[in-house]
């Protein structure tokens, strides 16, 4: 079992006690492990056997890790307050050993049939608070998976949000990758939202796209592999800045496999150097050769990738806003330095290519977005939104009959991140009007 020194002595003392009769149905004991983070819950518990009924103690590995944000909550979803868990605190953060008698009657108030379940349904609940807000915070990337799509290509892929519940899928944009959905996995979690992140050809773990291949074609292969590989029935898409692009083409050629599309700050098109008055420094430059030269962008991506090293991963959301704006000044507050970090690392890994795909892809653009009729779509934007302007999204549009545009004109490129309820609202809103969804 791996326990300590004096767990095995009070293991050996409480099936001593249990053997002798000497002992109350009601026992708990904690013992500690020498792994951290691992406790076994034991318990005597009634067999019934061919001779009559029998006593055995059973031993159930936890695993648990306190958190106090996280206590508060899982307090709360119990209706009681965050003294009630003390004792349980006390007996699994330290040595281990009897339950006290004080979560018996807290157990009691949050209609548990006993301290036991209690303690199980608690370290259950604690350890993926922790670990959910570690993701948010950037501490711990989510898992990740592996497969081949039908092509052979290796595709990676995050699983964010709940086990069960209406699937999603989450067309990442060229800078920051998961980094925007990545802060939301609390929420996620709690709306019932089960969100996978596949990593575009070029990004992360995901090879590089070969050459002559179409970006459009190879990502609806990848999508189609994992909806096969995870059993997904009708998700919704939810794309942001340049994964509008490949969301809308995913959902015109899956179309009644899916179930909506939530495009947040969408940004599908280069079509001229001033588009990105808005953008700085190696951003720009890549605009204007996405533009005029794009056979320069292989030697630029170089560049940027020591650039990105040097200025730090916060580069990537600055080059989004303009100096001085209002946007600029709420990112300045917030503490993404962790989840940034996380980005860069997977924008890097594959050397940019993914990136020099998309880039591409995007100059060749599309004058209307490829929508199929009756496709529910919800597309958010900012008004101050002076990379892909307003009036450019409009006209993308004009002619969609099932796609709603809503507009905060508080936010701006960076709506994902200053405005995120408005995501998860638009979100709840497509779920909601697809009720052939799972």
Known sequence: MGLTRAAAGRWHTFLKQVRQGAFSWQDVLVLR??????RF???PVRLDTAGGTAVAVMAELLEWEWNGEAAGQVAAAFGLRK???KPLKAV???????VAGGLQQAAARAGAPGAAELIRLTAFLMTEHTRDLKIARGELLPPAEEFQDTSGLRCQYFRLGSETGQPVVFVHGLLDGIAPLQRLQPQLRMLGFRVYAPMRAGYGGSAPLPRGQDPADAFVRQL??????????RPVLLSHRGGALYGC???NRLHQRIAGLVAVAPNCSITSTRQFSGLRGYAWLAAACAARANWLLPVLMKGWSAALRWYGPKALLRFQTARGSRERALLQKMA?????QQSQALFLQQGGAG???????MRRGVPKLPLPRGTRAVFLHGGEDHVAPLRDVRDALNGLGGAQLCVSQEAGALVFYTFPELVLTALQDCAAAAPDAC
Do not use: K, Y
């Not at 189609?224 to 029935?233: A, D, F, K, P, T």
């Open 33 to 38: 492990t020498r792994r951290p983070g691992e």
């Open 41 to 43: 819950l034991c318990r």
């Open 83 to 85: 003294a009630d868990l």
């Open 92 to 98: 699994l953060s330290g040595p281990g050993g009897r």
């Open 224 to 233: 189609e592999g994992l909806m096969h590989r995870e059993n997904l029935q």
């Open 249 to 251: 083409r995913a959902a």
């Open 336 to 340: 993404l330095l962790p989840l940034l």
């Open 355 to 361: 990136f020099l795909t998309d880039v591409q892809m």
